[in-house]
């Protein structure tokens, strides 16, 4: 199947840095990927829909200036969470989408603002 | 709109028996639904998906019911394993592809030795 990667998988950092995350479709091609935020014990939330070479489309309340997301080849997309703050601290998920059905998940990056 | 859990219901069930993890809806127009396992620390794995056209689908252990009448989904895997245990989340989408999932609040599924 689809592979989907994630980096970092883990990452710490003091409160008002800024905090990038990578997704790959490792053997595919993806136009649109996905991002998602999972606090402990909930369900997924949608966060943007990143599309390869346009801005990405952002759900209600997602604050656009605060996860920028470029998706800048077929199979990278990133999420830049800046100025954390720990209320930001959360598992963040990618997913890519490979043709019309199928989406498939990166492993999470866990998130930690001190 | 989006469905989420402020805790998750759990089921517990002995090695060997079968589970049934029930999952409601929340859209009338969805017209295809999926069944994703998350192990701790992981992200989604799919399982199992379904259309609307259909009111049952089986895997390799697992099957699928649909009940649109009443927006209702749920999962069943036949002699549960302790590798089965995990935190189980229905989906739901419209137009027959995976575009925009709504996730369900999910179930958290403890296989007991």
């Known amino acids: 199947g689809a592979v989907v990667s994630q980096h970092p998988s883990r990452v710490i950092c003091k409160s008002g840095t800024s905090v990038k995350i990578e997704c790959r479709s490792l053997d595919f091609q993806a136009t649109t990927m996905f991002w998602y935020r999972q606090f402990p014990k909930q369900s997924l939330m949608l966060m943007a829909t990143?599309?390869?070479?346009?801005?990405?489309?952002?759900e209600q309340g997602v604050e656009k200036d605060k996860f920028l997301i470029n998706h800048a080849s077929l199979t990278l997309s990133t999420l830049t969470v800046t100025s954390a703050h720990p209320e930001d601290s959360s598992f963040y998920i990618c997913s890519a989408l490979a043709g019309v059905n199928e989406q498939f998940f990166g492993p999470g990056t866990r998130l930690t603002v001190l | 709109g989006e469905s989420v859990g402020l805790h998750l219901p759990t089921l517990s069930v002995q090695e060997g028996d079968n589970s049934i993890i029930n999952c409601a809806y929340s859209n009338s127009a969805s017209d295809y639904f999926i069944w994703y396992k998350q192990e701790s620390g992981k992200g989604p794995q799919f399982i199992i998906d379904?259309?609307?056209?259909?009111d049952k689908r089986q895997g390799q252990r697992v099957t699928v019911l649909l009940n649109k009448t009443v927006k209702h989904l749920s999962l069943q895997i036949a002699a549960t394993q302790p590798g089965d245990s995990a935190v189980y989340f229905c989906?739901?989408?419209?137009?027959?592809?995976?575009?925009?999932?709504?996730f369900g609040s999910g179930t958290q599924l403890t296989v007991l030795p």
């Open positions: 990143s599309n390869e070479g346009s801005k990405a489309t952002y």
């Open positions: 989906a739901e989408t419209l137009s027959g592809s995976a575009r925009q999932l709504t």
């Open positions: 379904i259309r609307s056209n259909m």
